[in-house]
């Protein structure tokens, strides 16, 4: 079975440094990898998505594929209170359609 | 736009019962997914669509139904609900695979 793995947490970080959340994935055939927040009670959002040709910078937020390791960051940088949510790595199953999701990482941005 | 909207918001099913979750999208998108999130664990894919007439069962897809008789209304039915199946249920609709909104969610317990 296809798997995504992330650690639990919580990834505790001050206000204005960097948090660097990680995923692992087992299909080295995935093309597509996401990330998405979640806070607490709410639904997912896409923060952003990057293919297997190369990493993406948007805003603070950083995406980077490992292909040879398998693993896939997001870094945030000058974090800030209102990241700190759940985030959620996706790749691709193979099916373009089908996403497998890991568990989150819950991240906390302290004063 | 609505974006992508849920109903019911919560419910309680006994066991044994019967419900549709509705989800509905005004963005004319083509693909269609049901995912369940159980506490502290990622999002499992239900079913998915990619257009009108067409479905096929996710990674979960035992004791659900669902339909997609046009673009913009994607049903999930349960039959024989169980406690199993207690969970928050999210409808997420995308233009393509790679940008997936989500509906607000329901949150659905069986007793």
């Known amino acids: 079975q296809k798997e995504v793995e992330q650690n639990s947490g919580p990834l505790s970080v001050p206000e204005g440094a960097i948090a660097s959340l990680n995923c692992t994935y087992s299909d080295r055939g995935s093309q597509s990898f996401f990330w998405y927040r979640q806070y607490s009670g709410k639904s997912p959002e896409l923060i952003m998505f990057i293919y297997s040709n190369g990493d993406k910078e948007d805003g603070r937020f950083t995406a980077q594929l490992n292909k040879a390791s398998q693993y896939v960051s997001l870094l945030i940088r000058d974090s800030q209170p209102s990241d700190s949510a759940t985030y959620l790595c996706a790749v691709d199953t193979g099916t373009a359609s089908k996403l497998t999701f890991g568990t989150g990482t819950r991240l906390q941005v302290t004063l | 736009n609505a974006g992508v909207t849920q109903t019911p918001k919560f419910r309680i099913l006994k066991i044994g019962q019967s419900m549709t979750l509705q989800c509905a999208q005004d963005?004319?998108?083509?693909?269609m997914y049901w995912y369940r999130q159980d506490p502290g664990m990622g999002l499992k894919l239900i079913y998915y669509?990619?257009?009108?007439?067409?479905?096929d069962k996710g990674e979960v897809p035992n004791g659900y139904n669902v339909s997609r008789s046009t673009t913009e209304d994607f049903p999930l039915r349960l039959e024989l609900a169980a406690p199993s199946q207690t969970s928050v249920y999210f409808c997420?609709?995308?233009?393509?695979?790679?940008?997936?909104?989500f509906g607000p969610g329901t949150r659905l317990t069986v007793l």
């Open positions: 997420a609709s995308g233009k393509n695979p790679n940008e997936q909104f």
């Open positions: 963005m004319n998108h083509n693909y």
């Open positions: 669509s990619v257009g009108a007439g067409i479905t």
